[in-house]
């Protein structure tokens, strides 16, 4: 486990350089003046925009700078924001629980239900049931979440006025009611995709296992058709779900950044979006390296529990 959790911890800390190194080069390249961003005029003298030029270190190689940006990285000092006046760690820091809290709920509410369907579907092939279920899910794959967020919106906010549109917060930063009123609607476009991804994967794998020779065996035997399903064919059909949580949530997490920008939540994506707007460039690398930080560890952790439901895989094969 500790040799095992080491490697782990050494690759995370590759992927986190080559992002950094990728995402401090390119951000570089984006048009546009950085010094006229900073003074936030195109009206600057000489000596002002040359103050601001060596303020920020423009003078020296573009080697030099990044070596500098990763050691103070490293120290969560990713710099202070150009446009927001403030450090960017403090920014992010104030933003993150809410897009976590979105994509990990999202999750924890999609994954259940998409696997109940899944196992409806597989158990019931070929039937009515199963068709009427892949059909939807089919189709609610299809669609964008922040499309359905704009249709959702439309009819409940402004056509039938029955829900907020602007206030959200955290739950235990507002009052519970009107915390889950404004939740209603984001939380529905990020489940709908969820548990219609779910359902189709769950359902593939269900079907993978029911074909499998230990079930007929195990049908064979007398055993009754509940504890086929649930200690034989669950067991064995859930392992391919779990190797796809950490995906989910990045995907998840991404979806909830479209989403925040739809219902005004102050979250990662909303500030992802202004900061790209305004180049605020080390808001970008600082949103870009921690964000990939915590998907890395969100894969390790998958692996991990892939580990805990089926003792039969090693964490060795598990990381080939």
Known sequence: MTRYLLTRFLQMIMVVVVVSVLTFFMVNLLPGDIVLIVAGTDEVDQEMYDAIYYELGLDQPVTERYIKWAWNALHLDFGKSYTMNVPVFDAISARIPTTLYLSVLSMLISTPIGVVLGVICAVNRKTKIDT?????????????????????????????????????????????????????????????????????????????????????????????????????????????????????????????????????????????????????????????????????????????????????????SSAE
């Open 132 to 316: 009427a279920i892949t059909l939807t899910a089919n189709t609610l794959n299809s669609l964008p979440s922040f499309w359905i967020g704009i249709v959702l919106l439309y009819i409940f906010c402004f056509k039938l006025k029955l829900l907020p549109t602007i206030g959200f917060d955290l739950p235990w930063k507002m009052p519970l009611g009107k915390h889950l009123k404004l939740l209603i609607l984001p939380m529905t476009c990020l489940t709908l995709g969820g548990i219609a991804g779910m359902t189709r994967l769950t359902r593939t794998s269900m079907l993978e296992v029911i074909r499998q020779d230990f079930i007929r065996t195990a049908r064979s035997k007398g055993l009754r058709e509940k504890v086929v399903l649930y200690k034989h064919m669950l067991r064995n059909g859930i392992l391919p779900i779990i190797t796809v949580l950490g995906s989910r949530l990045a995907v998840l997490i991404g979806g909830s950044m479209f989403v925040e920008n739809v219902f005004a939540i102050p979250g990662m994506g909303t500030l992802s979006v202004k900061c790209v707007q305004s180049k605020d460039i080390p808001m970008i690398q600082g949103i870009v390296l921690i964000m990939t930080t915590l998907l890395c560890v969100a894969y390790i952790i998958t692996d991990i529990m892939y580990v805990v439901v089926d003792p039969r895989i090693s964490l060795k």
